[in-house]
């Protein structure tokens, strides 16, 4: 690829691997790095559940609501645009297996009809149904059986089948972190294929005594971008040859090409990761539609439509439309567009699957404007729930008073700009992308190719804008 004068073209950045650096190289190393961080969110979320059931019920006075729906969506976006998959990394719920995994042995085989995204595509979108549905954020009680129920499904499946299904297949947090993670700075991968090609026991993928290979299924000698990958760390603990190591890589520059990947095959082959890109993507607009006024209007009128007084018949044509008919109509009419002004023949459907990557820039845009507006706006909350949790639990207020005035991490005017800075640079990443993806299919004309893409990535783009500038509702803080 040309490089930008002053800039470091990107082989010299792939290059460049943290395992090697003082300091943190050694901490990666470090066999327990996983364990330490995984029990430290077990305590949290102990900590949480036991709030969220027998603490105050009213969510910004909750650790349960304030720490889950305010602090831990702002950490997990920022991670994936600094670093990669961290949350998956220091996953809590998986780590009550590695003392139940002493006892027993993980031996069924996960069904070969399951092995695909679409249980985990079913799984994201009932979730984020159910966050509206139940309101969820102004919930303690429920985000706390929200955790415990994950928990016991992470245990039951991962603790029953062989490898990490769970993972792999169904956890929607999971399944979000995947996409986030494929514009993400940093990819685990080997250092140098030639000790691969000689290396005869591929313990990277089979583990050793005393350390698992990679339950994800990716072999690292085939392994390519950041699908699927946990961040586990377990390939560079089981390679004997030191051959692994967490390389930085251009964020997005898996996305424009389609090199088949280990335990993952063609992603523009995979129908199923393409609706979970869809679903990220459309996901966004619909989770930040359901915050602003406009929302109850569209509710009313459908409710009246429908008859109903009950909000799920409602709520589930909006998430139908959204998130299946506004997609179609768009990705479909995109597709169309391109075949037409570009002259290529192929399916629509071909068209999409390869152009929707595109549009992982712009839904992770959306997605850390509107987590980051939450995180930012109530960030100090966490403050006054711990020093009012101090005096429950010891009659004194060690740590002060509550100080329920506290206010936002940065001005509010500042708020606004900051999200549509996200937007600006999402939608510039998409376009990026697609322009990429449109030299690559019509060298000789890529415009004609790149126009109808740019044209979706734009109304996008404005549609989220307009959101935006909505009055937002302060979910999970004293000013909703
Ligand atoms: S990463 Fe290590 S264990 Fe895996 S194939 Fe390469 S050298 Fe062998
Ligand atoms: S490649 Fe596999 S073992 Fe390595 S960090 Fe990713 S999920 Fe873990």
Request: net charge positive; glycine share 8%.
């Amino acid at each position: 690829m040309s490089g930008i004068r002053g800039v470091r073209p990107a082989a010299e950045w792939e290059a460049v691997d943290i395992t090697a650096w003082p300091v943190l190289g050694p901490l990666f190393r470090w066999r327990h790095l996983r364990s330490a961080l995984q029990l430290l969110l077990l305590l949290v979320a102990l900590v949480l559940v036991w709030d969220g059931l027998t603490g105050p019920q009213l969510a910004p006075t909750n650790l349960a609501t304030t720490v889950t729906w305010l602090h831990y969506r702002g950490f997990v976006v920022l991670a994936l645009l600094a670093f990669g998959n961290a949350f998956c990394m220091a996953c809590p719920f998986m780590w009550p297996r590695l003392p139940l995994e002493r006892l027993v042995r993980a031996r069924l085989v996960w069904p070969r009809s399951l092995r695909s995204k679409w249980a985990g595509v079913l799984l994201l979108a009932a979730f984020l149904f159910a966050y509206e549905l139940f309101d969820l954020w102004a919930s303690p009680r429920w985000t706390a059986w929200v955790i415990v129920a994950y928990f016991a499904a992470a245990l039951t499946v991962n603790g029953l089948f062989r490898g990490a299904p769970f993972c792999k297949y169904l956890c929607p947090i999971g399944q979000f972190n995947f996409v986030g993670s494929l514009i993400s700075p940093l990819e685990i991968a080997v250092r140098d294929h030639n000790v691969c090609a000689s290396c005869t026991t591929k313990d990277c993928f089979r583990g050793r005594e005393g350390q698992r290979g990679c339950e994800l299924w990716l072999f690292q000698e085939k392994k390519y971008g950041n699908m699927d990958c946990t961040f586990c760390l377990d390939c560079i603990h089981a390679c004997p040859h030191g051959n692994v190591g967490i390389r930085f890589r251009l964020p997005g520059s898996e996305l424009w090409q389609d090199r088949l990947r280990s335990g993952v095959g063609r992603l523009w082959r995979r129908p199923d990761v393409g609706a979970l890109v869809v679903l990220f993507t459309f996901g966004a607009l619909l989770n930040a539609f359901g915050m602003v006024s406009p929302v109850y209007a569209l509710e009313a009128w459908l409710a009246g439509l429908l008859g109903t007084t009950s909000e799920w018949p409602v709520l589930g044509l909006i998430f139908v439309g959204a998130l299946v008919v506004e997609p179609a109509f768009l990705l479909g009419g995109a597709a169309w567009l391109f075949r037409a002004w570009s002259g290529r023949e192929e399916p629509l459907i071909a068209v999409i699957m390869r152009y929707v990557y595109a549009l992982v820039p712009f839904g992770m845009g959306v997605w850390s404007a509107h987590y980051l507006f939450h995180f930012l706006s109530g960030f100090w909350g966490v403050v006054p729930v711990v020093q009012n949790l101090v005096v429950e639990l010891t009659g004194s207020p060690w740590l002060g008073m509550p100080r329920w005035d506290l206010g936002p991490a940065v001005p509010v005017e500042w708020l606004n700009t900051l999200e549509l800075g996200f937007i600006a640079l999402g939608t510039w990443g998409s376009l990026l992308l697609a322009y990429r993806l449109a030299r690559r299919d019509v060298p000789q004309a890529p415009w004609r190719a790149f126009a109808p893409w740019a044209l979706l990535i734009g109304v996008l783009a404005l549609v989220d804008v307009w959101l935006m500038l909505q009055p937002m509702e302060m979910r999970g803080t004293f000013l909703a």
